[in-house]
């Protein structure tokens, strides 16, 4: 399980390029008008939800699994990951549906909505990867830190080492 747990961390980056990519044709086909734009930015969506559902459930397996510390600062910062992970994920859920609804019906009020939302959450995906970032790159959440390989130490190096010591002071 722990090394299922450490999948996340490559698992993230899917859904965090995917919603924006997303928000970019949905606008793009808003704004020009031009249907195969939002019908792509549908499909970029729905495999951006499938991916933060992947991301999510290994999330959950990391903290359950991975070394981390369980107070303090580290611990505030996962909570507030978690919790918008999840929001995220209930919220690209929501908005998949509205995406699938409006492609049964289409409405440019609905597409409007959909756009304002995707800008909504792509903001919370920002923020959300900058603290897991932080946990994994400033904190070492669920990295094993390699130890350095011990260096030998050298020594000063005597030119005068194996020779009769002579002063050259005159």
């Not at 303090?72 to 995406?99: D, K, N």
């Not at 923020?127 to 260096?151: C, D, M, N, S």
């Amino acid at each position: 399980m722990e090394q299922l747990a450490r999948f996340h961390f490559q698992t993230v980056h899917f859904p965090i390029a995917l919603s924006f990519t997303a928000l970019f044709l949905i606008v793009v086909g808003l704004l020009s008008k031009k249907e195969k734009f939002f019908i792509s930015g549908r499909i970029i969506l729905y495999l951006a939800t499938l991916g933060a559902l992947v991301a999510m459930t290994t999330g959950l397996m990391a903290e359950e699994y991975l070394p981390h510390s369980h107070a303090g600062e580290i611990r505030a910062i996962m909570e507030w990951h978690e919790t918008l992970g999840i929001t995220i994920v209930v919220s690209l859920v929501v908005i998949s549906l509205l995406a699938f609804l409006e492609s049964r019906k289409p409405s440019q009020t609905i597409k409007t909505f959909i756009s304002i939302l995707l800008i909504v959450l792509v903001g919370a995906v920002g923020f959300t990867g900058y603290l897991g970032g932080r946990l994994g790159h400033e904190f070492g959440v669920g990295i094993k830190k390699e130890q350095p390989a011990q260096q030998p130490i050298e020594q000063p190096v005597d030119k005068h080492e194996g020779h009769e010591h002579h002063d050259h002071s005159h």
